[in-house]
């Protein structure tokens, strides 16, 4: 089973780089994005990773995406971190809820085009 992992360096809620968890902290305590993905890619026995800079199709927000990728997993179909850069706690390709308080979305990607085409082992969707 693949990883998918898409995340905003301005979250204000799940920090990027790590630390406290909520808008205040106090909700625990996580590793970084990128920390977590390598994680992930060691224990599956992936290859080096690979970024990739994604298009940028949406000039509104001031966000970008950057792909980071691990391949040819012993374990899995893959790792993959979809880092968007100034994006806060959003979906990208959706409306963000409170941008004020949680911060921009992006439109340069789908969120649920991503993961439903990391999943579709058959090529059915």
């Not at 089973?1 to 909700?27: F, H, K, W």
């Not at 990607?109 to 082992?121: H, M, V």
Request: proline share 6%; aromatic share 6%.
């Amino acid at each position: 089973m693949p990883v998918v992992m898409i995340n905003g360096t301005a979250d204000p809620m799940v920090p990027y780089r790590g630390g406290e968890v909520g808008l205040r902290g106090g909700r625990g305590l996580v590793w970084s994005a990128e920390t977590t993905a390598a994680f992930f890619a060691r224990r599956d026995g992936c290859d080096a990773q690979r970024m990739v800079a994604l298009p940028h199709r949406d000039d509104t927000n001031g966000t970008s995406v950057t792909q980071i990728s691990w391949q040819n997993c012993k374990v899995t179909g893959g790792v993959s971190l979809y880092r968007v850069e100034g994006g806060g706690h959003a979906l990208p390709g959706r409306r963000a809820l409170a941008p004020r308080l949680l911060g921009p979305s992006n439109f340069d990607i789908d969120s649920a085009e991503i993961i439903l085409t990391a999943f579709d082992r058959d090529g059915a969707l």
